[in-house]
């Protein structure tokens, strides 16, 4: 597959050059929360079909932005990873996330999916840090079949997948109340309280969490839309 380019020596050019083909920086969002296997990739990534995958992956590897690696123990498994440069795309995806979130979302349409483990660069994107200050805990998410966890340290945060080894809160719910949670209006009170959400662990850490992460209200594009 030819690879197409701007022709432009210019540095916005030729960054699209490398990650502008469509599904390519979805594939760097996946690869910052870790290294992935073929599998995870196509399962997080529904309507990308298996040959294209592999091509965008070819691409990731020729162009110095991903490598193949092999898993530890106990899973050995082939998997893919960012290089440094492909990780150091990091913050223009966050800055992307901010963005959208800003002046892109609004209410799920019919036909999209929504995978929990999206929420581990989410919970990034909308985290105050201001509101975090003085705070120490970890947070653990059980999202349907998904977990994953947050650690905040003093204005900081660090979100990965999979289980916290100390965690000193846990929040389960579903993937539906977990959206409702984060940018719908419903609070962890009040999840709790109609039985669509659990928590359990520190209660100094649980009515933190409330104010930890803050999604800026919708804006619209367009001034007939801001009017009416």
């Given at each position: 597959m030819e690879q197409r380019t701007y022709n432009?020596?210019?540095a916005t050019a030729r960054t699209l050059d490398l990650v502008g083909e469509r599904?390519?920086?979805l594939l760097i969002r996946e690869l910052l929360t870790g290294p992935k296997r073929f599998g995870d990739l196509q399962s997080s990534l529904r309507g990308l079909?298996?040959?294209l995958l592999a091509a965008r992956l070819k691409h990731l590897e020729r162009e110095g932005l991903a490598h193949k690696i092999t898993l530890p123990p106990p899973a050995r498994t082939p998997a893919y990873a960012l290089t440094q440069a492909g990780e150091e795309l990091g913050p223009v995806v966050m800055e992307l996330a901010r963005w959208g979130l800003k002046w892109a979302m609004d209410t799920p349409r019919p036909a999209e999916t929504f995978h929990p483990g999206w929420a581990v660069l989410g919970l990034?994107?909308?985290f105050d840090s201001v509101a975090a200050t003085g705070l120490r805990a970890?947070?653990?998410f059980r999202v349907d079949d998904e977990i994953f966890h947050a650690r905040i340290d003093d204005g900081t945060i660090e979100a990965l997948h999979g289980p916290a080894q100390h965690p000193d809160a846990t929040i389960t719910t579903s993937a539906d109340t977990f959206?409702?949670?984060t940018g719908q209006g419903l609070t962890l009170?009040?999840?709790?309280g109609t039985g669509v959400a659990s928590a359990s662990g520190s209660s100094e850490a649980l009515?933190?969490?409330n104010g930890l992460f803050r999604l800026p209200p919708p804006h619209a594009r367009k001034a007939d839309q801001a009017s009416s």
């Open positions: 432009q020596y210019c599904w390519t920086l079909g298996t040959g990034r994107a909308c970890v947070y653990e959206l409702g949670l009170t009040e999840a709790i009515r933190r969490l």
